[in-house]
């Protein structure tokens, strides 16, 4: 039995990019496909975002002097072709799956409802949920705890290259030590950086944990849902 019914599964666009500099790896993008359809296999209900890191990012784009506005719409934008990737990269291994979008851009995605998403889910589709929030000034983390919650995932599962949340970066100090589980209001004190605040509030005030554990180490997704502590649980 798997340990979640109905998941939100965060990726970010960066890790797509495996050994690249830019763009995405198929490599890598099959790793995912496979570790997915892994999960899917034991019944789970899958609704997956992933980011537009590697392709386009707003912020950095109005450094460039893109219009912010504009450079988010870029961002969205490189989300579905992520998203577009991933349905792709599914599909080749024979798992149903649709990409919804929260702009409309028939015939690219179904424009995405609460209800289209949840009917989809039930009849053993991967929902790719894409264009974030439909809205500049927000992240796919934002899109992310959004989905998770109107979908009511039991667990936010953010995959990304490392194994938990530390006590400071592990990749710059080596005395970090991991939490095992952790809540909010802690990751607030100690300023820690799991996802943007706007997204851990939002999870914290409608009650869906975030599991952060490495997507990128073959097999993890369905550790997680094995119910091995691989990772760290943040939660109220
Ligand atoms: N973005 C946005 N609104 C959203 C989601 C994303 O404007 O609801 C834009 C924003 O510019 C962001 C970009 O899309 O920089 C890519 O998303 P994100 O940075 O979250 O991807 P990641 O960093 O996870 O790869």
């Known amino acids: 039995m798997a340990k979640y019914k109905r998941i939100l599964l965060k990726l970010s666009g960066e890790s797509l990019m495996g050994k690249q500099h830019f763009g995405i790896d198929p490599e890598r993008l099959s790793d995912y496909a496979r570790q997915i359809k892994e999960v899917h296999d034991m019944g789970v209900q899958i609704g997956i975002v992933i980011g537009g890191g590697n392709i386009f990012r707003g912020l950095s784009g109005a450094g460039k002097g893109f219009d ?140 869906l944990p975030i599991y952060v554990f490495n997507m990128d180490v073959v097999g993890n997704l369905k550790r997680v849902m094995d119910g091995e502590a691989i990772g760290t649980l943040v939660h109220n």
């Open 68 to 207: 912010r506005v504009k450079g988010d719409q870029m961002g969205m934008c490189a989300t579905v072709i992520n998203s577009l990737a991933l349905s792709s990269a599914l599909g080749a291994l024979g798992v149903k799956n649709k990409v919804l979008t929260a702009i409309r851009m028939e015939p690219i995605g179904e424009f995405y409802s609460k209800w289209k998403a949840i009917e989809a889910m039930e009849a053993g589709y991967i929902c790719i949920f894409s264009a974030g929030t439909g809205s500049p000034y927000f992240t796919t983390d934002t899109g992310s705890s959004l989905r998770g919650i109107e979908i009511e995932a039991d667990v936010m599962l953010k995959g990304t290259r490392v194994d938990g949340i530390y006590t400071a970066d592990p990749e710059k100090d080596p005395t970090a030590t991991k939490f095992t589980d952790i809540t909010y209001d802690e990751i607030y004190t100690r300023g820690l950086k799991v996802m943007d605040l706007t997204a851990t509030t939002m999870c914290k005030e409608n009650n």
